[in-house]
């Protein structure tokens, strides 16, 4: 399994600030992803995280809020821009850790964000 | 498109057995995943299924049907330690997960 590091591990942040979010894996990983888990929800992916290229966002997600860096394989960074209290939420850093192309995700433990 | 089901909670005895269905829909599919999430913690791994029937992994076992859009998971002697959130997953493009909305265990004594 792959250990995973975030930090921070939580924040309260002032609104219109903007906070970047670091993970670090002990290994080489080729999938990265960020995830959000908003107060008493499920998970919800962000983006995929791409080394050496733009990252891929989902639907409802764009760079100018969320901008992402992978600048190697065993890291990553997710910002979030211009915070407002509805951003208060947990991000989670997960990798693909299972067999080649099962999907299984080990997940870091995961950013606590409070907007003010 | 891609939709996950399952209940939003569930409540049982502590030594009981438990089941926590998934019904999902998607234009491709590529396994089912099962995930605990304690509260305040990251989600773990719990299960794969991609092949149809039963898979044992000690008091928890997860069963597929491919054909029918269908999942659960078995929680046998259950331990006041279960109460938890249970998610169902699963990958579609590029392997990124998606997750339904979890169930939310609570384990009485």
């Known amino acids: 399994s792959a250990v995973i590091s975030q930090k921070p591990s939580r924040d309260i942040c002032q609104r219109g600030t903007s906070l970047t979010i670091q993970c670090q894996v002990d290994s080489q990983v080729t999938m990265m992803f960020w995830y959000r888990q908003q107060p008493g929800q499920s998970l919800t992916l962000i983006a995929t995280a791409n080394q050496g290229s733009e990252a891929t966002y989902e639907s409802g997600f764009v760079i100018d809020k969320f901008p992402i860096s992978r600048p190697n394989l065993t890291f990553s960074t997710l910002t979030v821009s211009n915070m407002s209290p509805e951003d208060s939420s947990i991000y989670l850093c997960s990798v693909d850790w299972g067999a080649s192309g099962t999907g299984e995700l080990f997940f870091g433990e995961g950013s606590r964000l409070t907007v003010l | 498109g891609q939709n996950i089901d399952q209940p939003t909670e569930m409540t049982a005895t502590e030594g009981a057995i438990v089941q926590i269905n998934c019904t999902y829909q998607?234009?491709?599919?590529?396994?089912l995943f099962w995930y605990q999430q304690h509260a305040g913690e990251a989600p773990t791994f719990l299960s794969y299924n991609v092949l149809d029937g039963l898979e044992e992994k000690g008091r928890f076992s997860s069963f597929l049907s491919r054909s029918k859009g269908y999942s659960y998971l078995l929680l046998k002697e259950l331990q006041m330690k279960d109460s938890a959130s249970y998610l169902c997953?699963?990958?579609?493009?590029?392997?990124?997960?998606?997750f339904g909305g979890g169930t939310r265990l609570m384990v009485k004594p």
């Open positions: 998607t234009s491709g599919f590529n396994g």
């Open positions: 997953a699963a990958p579609f493009v590029g392997n990124m997960l998606t």
